[in-house]
């Protein structure tokens, strides 16, 4: 699988739009990238995943570049509730294959 | 409530001992996968089993064992436990297709 490189740690203000970047730019074709985040010391939690179009759903957009090189994922308005650490994960299609986690980034959500 | 079901969600035991975790999947999911947490580390990958049968293996110690049984419930199993076994240990299931993995809530073993 790929790797992802994250920045360690960012900050956002509670209402604002929380963007997290990932640069994953030895992705092949068949791979996806995927969101989880982890709450404290909760199980992780699915957030989003996607192939090459933008996603959305009820908790978040992923944004992927056209190239496939890099990805953020867009929290649309961040509550005190979405401070986690955040993995972007890329990991072959088509299969049931383990996920890769690497250290995330660490979302602080501020008043 | 994810749907999937880890027990105990606390075990504390003593160097030596050994210990079996347990996880349910979601109804209809076939893969499960165990993952250990250290403090303040990473996840890091130890098991894979699909339909009673092992996927894939990451870091996982001779020392720790698990096996996915025909009702699908898995169970990981550590022997000779040593203080840095503690951690939190995460069981996942998947369906066969590409969807998110479902995480529980985690069993948190302390080796004294």
């Known amino acids: 699988d790929a790797k992802t490189t994250q920045p360690p740690s960012m900050d956002c203000a509670e209402g604002r739009a929380a963007n997290l970047p990932c640069n994953h730019s030895?992705?092949?074709?068949?791979?996806?990238v995927y969101w989880y985040r982890q709450i404290h010391s909760q199980g992780p939690q699915y957030i989003i995943h996607?192939?090459?179009n933008n996603e959305t759903n009820e908790m978040a957009s992923l944004i992927i570049t056209e190239d496939r090189k890099s990805s953020t994922l867009i929290l649309p308005h961040a509550t005190l509730r979405d401070t986690a650490v955040y993995y972007c994960?890329?990991?072959?299609?088509?299969?049931?294959?383990?996920?890769?986690f690497g250290t995330g980034t660490r979302l602080q959500v501020t008043l | 409530d994810s749907g999937v079901t880890q027990t105990p969600k606390h075990l504390i035991t003593a160097t030596g001992q050994r210990v079996t975790l347990r996880c349910s999947p979601r109804?209809?999911?076939?893969?499960v996968y165990w993952y250990q947490q250290s403090l303040d580390q990473g996840l890091q990958f130890l098991i894979q089993?699909?339909?009673?049968?092992?996927?894939a293996k990451g870091n996982i110690l001779e020392r720790f064992s698990a096996q996915q049984f025909p009702d699908l419930h898995s169970e990981l199993n550590l022997s000779s436990l040593e203080l840095g076994d503690s951690a939190l240990y995460f069981c996942?299931?998947?369906?066969?297709?590409?969807?998110?993995?479902?995480f529980g809530s985690g069993t948190r073993l302390t080796v004294v």
């Open positions: 089993y699909y339909n009673g049968e092992e996927r």
């Open positions: 109804s209809g999911d076939l893969s």
């Open positions: 996942a299931s998947s369906v066969a297709v590409d969807t998110g993995y479902t």
């Open positions: 994960i890329v990991r072959v299609a088509g299969t049931a294959s383990k996920l890769t």
């Open positions: 996607g192939l090459k």
């Open positions: 030895t992705i092949s074709g068949n791979e996806y």
